[in-house]
């Protein structure tokens, strides 16, 4: 269901509450009051069931049965449109413009509750329920049985009178977008964004409520992480020229024009018969040549004349129409087409059809990768100029870790992390310098990030930056820079180090190995690819259907392993590997994907929608 559309003229307002906290009952009692104060409501309610109004045996469900996609059943009083969706669930976008927003002054949504859009929480004390306003901004409001220390407006859950009147005084607060009309055809399509899922880390800017950009005060959510760093990071400056053979993943410097004509010559699209297109209703054509691909027939063509021509040969002057040779019969000298429909100037490739001389092809910061490659020597280019490629200093840290390759020593283990993170940093295509493993001695760490800043163009580094750590790290990092100990509300890879030393970025990996590689691939990655100079690089992500059950918390962005496939009907769907410890490397190993819970989501349940982000080509 992909036609989501820009959301109705109209108040939304949810009510979002673990379930036993009464909803429907509250919206049953509040729903007289709201009427007879005039106000028309619509209400969407969000069920996690397979539910069917219909009933068996009545026509519309015996239709349906037999393979109505759609069933408007309609009589005096009501009509009612059922739709099966045995694809994908409908997008809450999509829902909302089912209303006919004409005749409704407010629409109120039951459920939903990872989605974006104000909100009035409920919650009762006995239910036993976390509050939710902490970590969504989309409360605007609170109805409960008890007061907490929020600058939220708070109405008793008993006093329904309090609570119609915050719901009037919301939908008389709407203001009206005066240049749409209240008309569900009016609605616009945005900004082919159809296709996402309603994350809340999305913003989207009709919104009235932006949400969960902080939702732990202690800590800072992925994107602000990002967005911190990003801020930082300008693109190294000095360019360089490389042979085309060696581009594979560099970064261009400079726009790309076409010096030339892309076909060079207008040609033929096919094996087959050039003729003049002011000459197409012949019984046959004399046969005056054979054009090879390479080769031309420099003559302009006559009436009652044709050439016998290969496909990419460039076709002679006036020889505008080609007839594949399958509708040709050739005898004699002579070709005939009794068969064939030819319409004036068919299977023929114009000179700069393709590209023309000047025209743009790629604009500096575009990635070199095989298209690009092939693109470039297809206009003739033997070289093109690129940034100088990214350095990278690495080193692992900690008394416990170990160089592979030797007996293992007792109460160590074996380092991955500079193995996990060169294997990446060779995917992005940069200089990697290893510096090895430094144990935990603050004088040989600073010496080691001192000299490693100044050797290359980032430092990255894994262990000893947990919050309450007594590493080494930390108390050198402090003396050399001007560093940040952050907390990431996120899992795997809460703590993270980020900063500048000789104003270099470094970054302070966490230790945990799936850890270090979902930082990497959330922070460094992007970093990475800002000092290359690729401009707008963003991560492909996709919807998937959990076919298990997913667990996460509230307030922090969970990235599960995850292993994708795409089911019989085309949808993709998708579970974990298994065991999601932050040490258990295996799970990286085994996945195909991360599955990204966005911090408003506690559990998501078989059938739910989630947010995957392929790994392949990443990792
Ligand atoms: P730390 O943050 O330094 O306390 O490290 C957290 C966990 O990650 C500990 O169990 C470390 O032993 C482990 N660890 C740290 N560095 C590495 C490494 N280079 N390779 C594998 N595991 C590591
Ligand atoms: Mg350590």
């Known amino acids: 269901m992909n036609d989501s559309k820009q959301r109705p003229n109209l108040p939304l307002l949810g009510f979002a509450a673990y379930s036993g906290t009464g909803k429907t009952t509250l919206l049953e009692a509040l729903l007289p009051l709201l009427t007879q104060a005039g106000l028309k409501v619509g209400v969407l309610k969000h069920a996690h069931h397979d539910f069917d109004v219909d009933k068996p045996g009545k026509d519309s469900y015996r239709l349906r049965k037999a393979g ?25 976008d999509y829902l909302l413009t089912r209303f006919d927003s004409a005749k409704l002054d407010l629409i109120l949504v039951e459920g939903c509750k990872n989605i974006a859009f104000p909100k009035i929480e409920l919650n009762r004390h006995e239910v036993g329920k976390p509050w939710l306003y902490p970590n969504d901004n989309n409360i605007i409001a609170i109805a409960a049985d008890t007061h907490v220390e929020s600058p939220l407006p708070q109405i008793s859950i008993n006093d329904l009178d309090s609570i119609r009147d915050f719901v009037i005084q919301y939908a008389a607060d709407f203001k009206f977008d005066t240049n749409s009309q209240a008309d569900a055809s009016n609605f616009t399509q945005p900004n082919d964004d159809s296709n996402k899922t309603q994350s809340c880390s999305e913003k989207k800017t009709s919104e009235p409520i932006v949400c969960c950009d902080s939702f732990s005060p202690a800590g800072l959510s992925v994107p602000q992480g990002q ?33 030339i004509n892309v076909p060079q ?21 004399t046969i005056v040549a054979e054009v ?7 003559e302009e063509l006559q009436t009652g004349q044709a050439v016998k021509i290969m496909t990419g040969a460039p076709t002679p002057l006036s020889a505008d129409t080609v007839v594949m040779r399958e509708q040709a019969i050739e005898k004699d000298g002579l070709v ?26 790629f604009t500096a910061g575009t990635r070199i990768e095989a298209p690009e490659m092939g693109m470039m020597a297809s206009l003739g280019f033997g070289e093109c100029s690129v940034r100088r490629q990214v350095k990278v200093g690495i080193f692992s840290t900690g008394d416990e870790v170990q160089d592979p390759g030797n007996a293992q020593q007792p109460n160590s283990i074996y380092d991955s992390n500079r193995y996990t993170i060169m294997g990446m940093l060779q995917k992005l295509g940069c200089e990697i310098v290893d510096y090895g493993i430094i144990e935990d001695d603050e004088q040989k760490m600073m010496a080691v990030l001192h000299s490693a800043s100044l050797e290359t163009d980032m430092v990255l580094t894994s262990g000893g930056v947990s919050v309450g750590d007594a590493d080494y790290i930390k108390l050198a990092l402090d003396k050399l820079g001007e560093i940040n100990f952050w907390r990431i509300n996120m899992r795997p890879g809460r703590p993270l180090a980020y900063g500048k030393i000789e104003n270099k970025p470094f970054f302070g990996l966490p230790g945990n190995p799936v850890a270090v590689m979902v930082s990497f691939i959330n922070f460094v990655e992007p970093a990475i690819r800002k000092l290359q100079g690729q401009l707008d690089w963003v991560p492909v992500k996709a919807n998937a259907i959990a076919t298990e059950q997913l667990r996460s918390r509230q307030g922090r962005t969970e990235f599960s392993r995850g292993f994708f496939t795409m089911n019989e009907s085309g949808v993709l769907e998708v579970k974990t590997t298994g065991k999601q410890g932050s040490g258990i490397l295996r799970s990286m190993s085994e996945a195909n994907c991360l599955i990204e819970i966005s911090p408003s989501v506690d559990t998501v349940k078989v059938g739910e929608k989630v947010t995957i982000i392929p790994l392949q080509g990443r990792i």
């Open 336 to 361: 005939s087409f009794p068969e064939a429909k030819i319409s004036n100037g068919q299977n023929v490739r114009m000179a700069g059809e393709d590209l023309s001389i000047g025209q743009p092809v």
């Open 227 to 259: 967005q911190k760093i990003l801020e930082t990071i300008s693109n190294v400056s000095l360019t360089e020229k490389v042979a085309i053979n060696q581009a594979y993943g560099r970064v261009l410097a400079s726009d790309i024009v076409s010096p």
């Open 265 to 285: 010559h207008t040609n033929s699209a096919m094996d087959g018969y050039a003729i003049r297109g002011d000459d197409l209703d012949r019984e046959s054509y």
């Open 292 to 298: 090879m691909a390479g080769h031309s027939f420099d």
């Open 68 to 92: 109505a996609n759609q069933m408007l059943i309609a009589s005096r009083n009501r009509h009612v449109l059922m739709t099966e969706t045995p694809e994908a669930e409908a997008e809450f």
